[in-house]
Protein backbone atom coordinates (compact mmCIF):
# COMPACT_ATOMS: atom_id res chain seq x y z
CA UNK A 1 0.00 0.00 0.00
CA UNK A 2 2.80 2.44 1.06
CA UNK A 3 4.97 1.69 -2.48
CA UNK A 4 1.20 2.55 -4.08
CA UNK A 5 0.94 5.71 -2.96
CA UNK A 6 4.58 7.00 -3.57
CA UNK A 7 4.80 5.34 -6.97
CA UNK A 8 1.04 7.69 -7.16
CA UNK A 9 2.72 10.57 -5.97
CA UNK A 10 5.54 10.41 -8.56
CA UNK A 11 2.81 10.05 -11.12
CA UNK A 12 1.34 13.02 -10.18
CA UNK A 13 4.32 15.20 -9.69
CA UNK A 14 5.52 14.12 -13.20
CA UNK A 15 2.01 15.20 -14.31
CA UNK A 16 1.88 18.73 -12.41
CA UNK A 17 5.02 19.71 -12.81
CA UNK A 18 5.47 21.00 -16.76
CA UNK A 19 2.36 22.84 -15.36
CA UNK A 20 3.78 24.39 -12.24
CA UNK A 21 6.94 24.91 -14.80
CA UNK A 22 5.06 26.85 -17.29
CA UNK A 23 3.09 28.85 -14.79
CA UNK A 24 6.35 29.77 -12.75
CA UNK A 25 7.96 30.70 -16.09
CA UNK A 26 5.25 32.85 -16.94
CA UNK A 27 5.35 34.46 -13.69
CA UNK A 28 9.06 35.27 -14.07
CA UNK A 29 7.97 36.49 -17.12
CA UNK A 30 5.54 38.73 -15.99
CA UNK A 31 7.38 39.75 -13.42
CA UNK A 32 10.66 40.90 -16.07
CA UNK A 33 8.43 43.13 -17.91
CA UNK A 34 6.65 45.06 -15.19
CA UNK A 35 10.66 45.73 -14.13
CA UNK A 36 11.18 46.58 -17.46
CA UNK A 37 7.89 49.02 -17.70
CA UNK A 38 8.73 50.42 -14.31
CA UNK A 39 12.05 51.27 -15.34
CA UNK A 40 11.19 52.66 -18.74
CA UNK A 41 8.31 54.69 -17.83
CA UNK A 42 8.75 55.70 -13.92
CA UNK A 43 12.20 56.32 -13.35
CA UNK A 44 13.14 57.51 -17.39
CA UNK A 45 9.82 58.53 -17.52
CA UNK A 46 10.00 57.61 -21.42
CA UNK A 47 6.48 56.87 -22.81
CA UNK A 48 7.61 55.06 -25.97
CA UNK A 49 9.94 52.72 -24.09
CA UNK A 50 7.10 52.06 -21.57
CA UNK A 51 4.01 51.81 -23.86
CA UNK A 52 5.22 48.60 -25.37
CA UNK A 53 4.37 46.67 -22.02
CA UNK A 54 0.97 47.70 -22.31
CA UNK A 55 -2.09 45.40 -23.44
CA UNK A 56 -4.49 46.72 -25.79
CA UNK A 57 -6.56 48.40 -22.39
CA UNK A 58 -5.17 49.79 -19.11
CA UNK A 59 -7.47 50.28 -16.12
CA UNK A 60 -5.76 52.75 -13.43
CA UNK A 61 -7.37 52.03 -9.67
CA UNK A 62 -5.17 55.10 -7.97
CA UNK A 63 -8.28 57.97 -7.97
CA UNK A 64 -5.67 60.33 -8.17
CA UNK A 65 -3.99 59.51 -11.59
CA UNK A 66 -6.21 59.17 -15.01
CA UNK A 67 -7.27 56.41 -16.48
CA UNK A 68 -6.21 54.84 -19.47
CA UNK A 69 -2.78 54.68 -21.83
CA UNK A 70 -3.44 58.45 -21.95
CA UNK A 71 -4.12 58.58 -18.85
CA UNK A 72 -0.37 57.42 -17.88
CA UNK A 73 1.61 59.41 -20.83
CA UNK A 74 -0.03 62.28 -18.99
CA UNK A 75 1.61 61.07 -15.55
CA UNK A 76 4.84 60.89 -17.18
CA UNK A 77 4.55 64.56 -18.45
CA UNK A 78 3.65 65.44 -14.80
CA UNK A 79 7.01 63.57 -13.21
CA UNK A 80 8.73 65.04 -16.25
CA UNK A 81 7.53 68.51 -15.36
CA UNK A 82 7.30 68.84 -11.57
CA UNK A 83 9.89 66.61 -10.64
CA UNK A 84 12.64 65.11 -13.38
CA UNK A 85 15.01 63.70 -10.97
CA UNK A 86 12.50 62.07 -9.26
CA UNK A 87 13.76 58.13 -9.08
CA UNK A 88 11.89 54.70 -7.59
CA UNK A 89 14.13 51.64 -6.31
CA UNK A 90 12.57 48.20 -6.69
CA UNK A 91 13.41 46.65 -3.03
CA UNK A 92 11.26 43.82 -3.99
CA UNK A 93 9.46 42.05 -6.77
CA UNK A 94 6.52 39.35 -5.96
CA UNK A 95 4.88 37.31 -9.07
CA UNK A 96 1.42 35.28 -8.72
CA UNK A 97 -0.62 33.94 -11.13
CA UNK A 98 -0.79 37.22 -13.51
CA UNK A 99 0.20 39.73 -10.96
CA UNK A 100 3.23 41.20 -9.91
CA UNK A 101 3.72 43.07 -6.77
CA UNK A 102 6.47 46.12 -5.96
CA UNK A 103 7.78 47.61 -2.90
CA UNK A 104 9.19 50.41 -3.96
CA UNK A 105 11.07 53.31 -2.69
CA UNK A 106 10.23 56.56 -4.36
CA UNK A 107 11.96 59.57 -4.07
CA UNK A 108 10.53 62.71 -6.13
CA UNK A 109 13.36 64.99 -4.11
CA UNK A 110 16.53 64.84 -4.47
CA UNK A 111 16.92 65.20 -0.46
CA UNK A 112 13.96 63.69 0.89
CA UNK A 113 12.96 60.65 2.76
CA UNK A 114 10.65 59.70 -0.21
CA UNK A 115 7.61 57.31 0.03
CA UNK A 116 7.42 53.56 0.37
CA UNK A 117 4.78 52.81 -2.18
CA UNK A 118 3.54 49.19 -2.98
CA UNK A 119 2.33 48.75 -6.83
CA UNK A 120 0.34 46.13 -8.21
CA UNK A 121 0.13 44.95 -11.53
CA UNK A 122 -2.44 42.66 -13.81
CA UNK A 123 -1.28 41.09 -16.82
CA UNK A 124 -2.58 39.60 -19.89
CA UNK A 125 -1.03 37.66 -22.20
CA UNK A 126 1.81 39.11 -20.67
CA UNK A 127 1.26 43.07 -21.28
CA UNK A 128 0.55 45.22 -18.38
CA UNK A 129 -4.01 45.47 -18.55
CA UNK A 130 -4.41 47.02 -14.74
CA UNK A 131 -2.85 48.92 -11.75
CA UNK A 132 -3.04 49.19 -7.94
CA UNK A 133 -1.04 51.36 -5.76
CA UNK A 134 -0.71 52.57 -2.04
CA UNK A 135 1.42 54.84 -1.23
CA UNK A 136 2.98 56.01 2.54
CA UNK A 137 5.49 58.80 3.36
CA UNK A 138 8.17 58.17 4.94
CA UNK A 139 8.17 59.78 8.46
CA UNK A 140 11.00 61.81 9.79
CA UNK A 141 10.32 60.21 13.50
CA UNK A 142 9.23 56.45 13.05
CA UNK A 143 7.26 55.09 16.19
CA UNK A 144 9.67 52.25 15.57
CA UNK A 145 12.73 51.25 14.64
CA UNK A 146 11.73 49.37 12.33
CA UNK A 147 12.58 50.26 8.51
CA UNK A 148 9.84 50.50 5.52
CA UNK A 149 12.27 48.44 3.53
Do not use: C
Amino acid sequence: MRSSLIGLAGLLTLAVSPAFAAGAATQEANKKTVLEFYEAGLNKKDFDAAAKFFGPRYIQHNPTAPDGIEGFKAFLGFLREKFPDSHSEIKRAFAEGDFVILHVHSVREKGTRGRAIVDIFRLEDGKIVEHWDVAQEIPEKPANGNSMF
